[in-house]
């Protein structure tokens, strides 16, 4: 079982809709969390970061985390165009584990005009 | 503009002819990592260093060495390719701090044939 678990989708919604991408995880200890947004020929950027359980909003993008239920979510609100690309999850327990990141396998998401 | 390169972007090469892949940072980071991208599998850690002249196994070393004479370069020397290290690679770096987020380079595409 790996410790990250990511529907590698693809996933195609219309231009306006709200998409949701998740992760699941299996070690209690990852503290860290963390969504990367890798386009096309491109290196994986960081989109979101957060710390232990709860939410973060930045504009249109809204990063959960449920540590009781071993689950992160990714929300996009008005999705766009530009918006299509692979997500990425990714953990770390931190400072325990030298910090080493967790990536799950990456969710492909095609915005449609 | 602070950034991660990698070069090449592209190489294509025959089994057993030894190459490398340079790495260069300048955000002045202690840590840094190559990664490789395979279809299905996301990104695996090949070796990482915590810092000048000190480096380790990641999840996918064999076949691959390293070298950190200097804090801002880190590059991956492939001795003797073969196929199986067909794939994408990705340099990556971070501060000090365990929790600090990647940074990545662009990526290169390595064809072995």
């Known amino acids: 079982q790996k410790e990250v678990e990511q529907d590698p989708g693809p996933l195609s919604v219309p231009e306006g809709a709200i998409v949701s991408l998740n992760c699941t995880y299996s070690?209690?200890?990852?503290?860290?969390f963390m969504w990367y947004r890798q386009y096309s020929r491109k290196g994986p950027e960081l989109l979101m970061y957060?710390?232990?359980?709860g939410n973060k909003e930045d504009g249109r993008f809204t990063a959960q985390v449920d540590k009781s239920s071993k689950y992160i979510s990714l929300f996009i609100r008005d999705s766009q165009p530009s918006d299509s690309a692979t997500y990425l999850c990714?953990?770390?327990?931190?400072?325990?584990?030298?910090?080493?990141?967790?990536f799950g396998q990456g969710t492909t998401l095609q915005v449609k005009p | 503009e602070a950034q991660v390169t990698q070069n090449p972007r592209y190489l294509i090469t025959v089994t057993g002819k030894k190459l490398t892949v340079t790495c260069s940072q300048n955000m002045n980071h202690e840590y840094m990592s190559w990664y490789r991208q395979d279809p299905g599998l996301g990104l695996r850690q090949i070796y990482y260093s915590m810092n000048v002249e000190v480096t380790d196994k990641g999840d996918v070393p064999e076949g691959y060495k390293v070298s950190r004479k200097e804090k801002r370069n880190f590059p991956l020397i492939l001795e003797s390719p073969s196929p199986n290290q067909t794939s994408l690679y990705f340099c990556a770096s971070r501060g000090g701090r365990d929790n600090s987020p990647l940074h990545f380079g662009n990526g290169t595409r390595l064809t072995v044939t």
């Open positions: 990714a953990m770390s327990a931190g400072s325990s584990n030298t910090g080493k990141l967790i």
């Open positions: 070690n209690s200890a990852f503290q860290y």
């Open positions: 957060t710390y232990s359980s």
